[in-house]
């Protein structure tokens, strides 16, 4: 009898634990899923910059390359979302100085996705060079995107580089995992306070 008691009591404090953590693990934030990569970036004469990169969902990859010493060597900020959900490899580019309601551009990508988690575990800790140049236009008409691809909903479907550059373009230099892109934008009109915009609705399009 007194053996059953104390196998009770056990029981019953055992159960009692578990309910407290099962509480208590509710109650904390859940952290982003995925691994996370960082390394340094040479890009020439003795310069560097830090970039990392995460796996926040299955079948996506963000790369972030935000280094407050980039735009003194002329690059851009930007945050560069590889994802593995349309039928080829795409990357969706932020530009993180510019305006949050400014669209993201959406380009084809040569890297499937173990090529970049390839990559990302090769320089994970180490310096990584520049890679390919590549020239991008990125000034067509704006489409409406999934917030999860372009947090200001809207997006442009870059395209090779044809013709010269206007006024009403400028080239930023914009660092992928494998390649500087030459991105050439609209440029960004600065608007005075209460005044509403007047730009056109973007069509909507598959991106």
């Known amino acids: 009898m007194f053996v059953l008691l104390v196998l009770l009591v056990s029981t019953l404090l055992v159960e009692g634990h578990r309910n407290r953590e099962s509480r208590r693990e509710r109650g904390r934030p859940r952290q982003s899923g995925g691994n996370?990569?960082?390394?340094?970036?040479?890009?020439?004469n003795g310069n560097t910059v830090q970039e990392n990169a995460t796996v926040p969902r299955p079948n996506e990859i963000l790369l972030k390359s935000q280094d407050n010493a980039l735009a003194a060597l002329g690059y851009a900020k930007a945050s560069v979302l590889y994802y593995f959900t349309a039928?080829?490899?795409k990357i969706s580019i932020?530009?993180?100085?510019?305006?949050?309601?400014?669209p993201c551009f959406i380009a084809d990508s040569p890297l499937s996705y173990e090529d970049v988690i390839s990559?990302?575990?090769?320089?994970?800790g180490s310096v990584a060079g520049l890679g390919t140049e590549v020239s991008l236009d990125g000034t067509s008409d704006t489409e409406l995107a999934?917030?999860?691809?372009?947090?200001?909903?809207?997006?442009?479907?870059?395209?090779?580089?044809?013709?010269?550059?206007?006024?009403?373009?400028?080239?930023l230099k914009v660092l992928t995992l494998d390649s500087v892109i030459n991105l050439r934008v609209p440029v960004e009109r600065r608007r005075s306070r209460g005044r509403p915009s007047s730009g056109r609705r973007g069509q909507r399009g598959n991106n």
């Open 94 to 102: 932020s530009l993180t100085d510019r305006n949050r309601k400014s």
């Open 119 to 124: 990559a990302l575990a090769s320089r994970n």
């Open 36 to 44: 996370e990569y960082t390394w340094r970036r040479d890009l020439g």
């Open 146 to 171: 999934q917030r999860r691809v372009c947090k200001s909903g809207r997006f442009i479907r870059t395209s090779t580089v044809e013709g010269e550059a206007s006024n009403s373009t400028e080239v």
């Open 87 to 89: 039928e080829t490899p």
